[in-house]
């Protein structure tokens, strides 16, 4: 795997180049789908001090000029991608709050089709799919299991 090169991405994209922007890139990218305060906890980690503040700054420019991505699953924290560009969708545990990428449902960009668009020019679908990971599942599966005499 090719290691980014944070600061030109920065600067294609007319940003200043920043140790908090820098320390921002490396988390996403080493650690898909985090939310903001373990984005927070790397970056000091990598940084020392750094205000709550100063990372939604970077977060909200990183995204604005699309070096990131944010997502956010119906009842969860915003989360942060590094993937951007392509139009994948998601898959999310109903139980631990995991997430992994899924590449697109079917067909081109946006990937699916409305039924009726209203006249929107639609460039895009987002989905999500929801259950259970396996790590849950395996746990929920042994949790209901009851040792013998038990019953």
Same mark, same amino acid.
């Given at each position: 795997?090719?290691?980014?090169?944070?600061?030109?991405?920065?600067?294609?994209?007319?940003?200043? %180049?920043?140790?908090?922007?820098?320390?921002?890139?490396?988390? %996403?990218?080493?650690?898909?789908? $985090?939310?903001?305060?373990?984005?927070?906890?790397?970056?000091?980690?990598? *940084?020392?001090?750094?205000?709550?503040?100063?990372v939604y700054d970077v $977060?909200?420019? $990183?995204?604005?000029?699309?070096? $990131?991505?944010?997502?956010?699953?119906?009842?969860?924290?915003?989360r942060y991608e590094a993937?951007?560009?392509?139009? !994948?969708?998601?898959? %999310? @545990?109903?139980?631990?709050?995991?997430?992994?990428?899924?590449? @697109?449902? %079917?067909?081109?960009?946006? @990937? *699916?089709?409305?039924?009726?668009? !209203?006249?929107?020019?639609?460039?895009?679908?987002?989905?999500?799919?929801w259950g259970t990971c396996?790590? @849950?599942?395996?746990?929920?599966?042994?949790?209901?299991?009851?040792?013998?005499?038990?019953?």
């Open positions: 795997m090719q290691t980014p090169d944070f600061e030109a991405s920065l600067r294609t994209a007319s940003l200043r %180049v920043t140790r908090p922007r820098i320390a921002v890139l490396s988390a %996403v990218h080493q650690h898909p789908h $985090l939310d903001t305060d373990a984005v927070i906890n790397l970056v000091r980690e990598d *940084l020392g001090t750094v205000s709550h503040q100063a $977060l909200k420019a $990183l995204t604005d000029a699309g070096l $990131l991505r944010r997502i956010q699953p119906a009842g969860a924290n915003a993937r951007v560009g392509d139009n !994948h969708h998601h898959v %999310v @545990c109903r139980s631990c709050g995991a997430i992994a990428d899924v590449e @697109c449902a %079917v067909g081109h960009a946006p @990937c *699916l089709t409305a039924s009726d668009d !209203h006249g929107f020019v639609v460039d895009e679908a987002e989905v999500v799919y396996p790590a @849950c599942a395996s746990a929920t599966t042994h949790t209901q299991r009851q040792p013998e005499g038990s019953r």
